[in-house]
């Protein structure tokens, strides 16, 4: 047989030239739209973290708004006083008296604001937990690896981490800064896998970051966390810590982890706030007290306008 009769003649080399010049050029376009997907990925990543990361900011500045106000109104009243004495001297000294002994209670409430429950909690460190048999090492390293993870994460300095002696599945941040605390009961590290643990951890340390745990210390040293017997108590308490504090958080924890799953799971391991409530570790006027700073509320009665665990899950697993 000739070559020209041959059932697959070779083409001609600018033919070849033509396909293969063909194939590159759609390898680059191919390339090209990779990597501008990937930027487009990226500047959206970031544009979403600077949204996060502006939310944090509103609410942390709120925080301390909420504080100044609740601090200054009787500096304010003082102050007056002290100036309506110039027309009607008497008020000069009580005046005087009100800015001297609500500058002593401010510095006090400060101080106890930004330490929180903590004094009164208790709880062994995690190593400690460790050393007493309480918490395996492989448990007590998972939870300061994931700790440690989320505040790279949200540019906090690592809290200490306590163990609460309890069956109860349920946690508690307090404090803020070098004071900051997080409390993890042994019912609730013992119930969790590594990724609800992450859930917690973020919620939790979502509330130090936005200052909530401010907040609340402030609420805890002036009215019990509105248990004082006050007619202004837990109106003062609302305000101070906010009706939706732990549904923020919950959202804020997830915009972290970008997994609801996992704290949807913890929420529903914690299952009834009267099974969430801490009794063997906690003393019961303390828990009242304290009782809107849980992860799970350990009350049937929630304080009025605040979000309850069923709520909370219906609204992440809409997420």
């Not at 309506?84 to 002994?101: R, S």
């Not at 909690?121 to 190593?127: I, K, M, N, R």
């Amino acid at each position: 047989m000739s070559p020209s009769s041959s059932p697959h003649p070779e083409r001609p080399a600018s033919h070849r030239r033509l396909r293969s010049g063909a194939g590159d050029e759609r390898l680059r376009r191919s390339e090209r739209a990779q990597q501008q997907a990937l930027e487009a990925g990226r500047q959206r990543l970031v544009k979403a973290a600077a949204r996060r990361d502006e939310a944090w900011r509103q609410a942390a500045d709120s925080a301390r708004k909420r504080v100044a106000i609740v601090l200054a109104v009787p500096f304010a009243v003082g102050l007056v006083a002290l100036l309506a004495g110039i027309a009607l001297v008497p008020l000069i000294v009580v005046g005087a008296v009100l800015l001297a002994g609500w500058g002593l209670i401010a510095f006090l409430a400060l101080r106890g604001a930004e330490a929180g429950a903590s004094a009164r909690l208790g709880g062994l460190s995690v190593d400690e937990a460790v050393s007493a048999g309480l918490l395996p090492r492989v448990a007590s390293d998972r939870c300061q690896d994931v700790t440690q993870s989320l505040c790279d994460a949200l540019g906090l300095v690592v809290p200490a981490l306590y163990v609460l002696v309890d069956p109860a599945v349920n946690a508690i941040s307090t404090g803020r800064g070098e004071r900051a605390r997080i409390y993890l009961t042994t019912g609730l590290l013992g119930a969790l896998e590594r990724i609800e643990l992450e859930g917690v951890l973020a919620h939790e340390l979502t509330h130090i970051k936005r200052l909530d745990t401010l907040t609340a210390g402030l609420s805890l040293w002036l009215v019990k966390g509105g248990r004082r017997r006050l007619p202004f108590a837990a109106a003062l308490a609302r305000y101070l810590e906010g009706d939706d504090r732990e549904l923020a958080a919950d959202l804020a924890a997830v915009s972290v982890t970008r997994y609801p799953p996992g704290l949807i799971r913890a929420l529903e391991q914690a299952g009834s706030p009267a099974r969430a409530a801490p009794s063997a570790a906690v003393r019961a006027g303390l828990l009242a007290e304290t009782a809107s700073q849980w992860l799970v509320t350990p009350s049937d009665e929630l304080p009025a306008g605040a979000f309850g665990p069923d709520e909370r899950l219906a609204v992440l697993q809409e997420l």
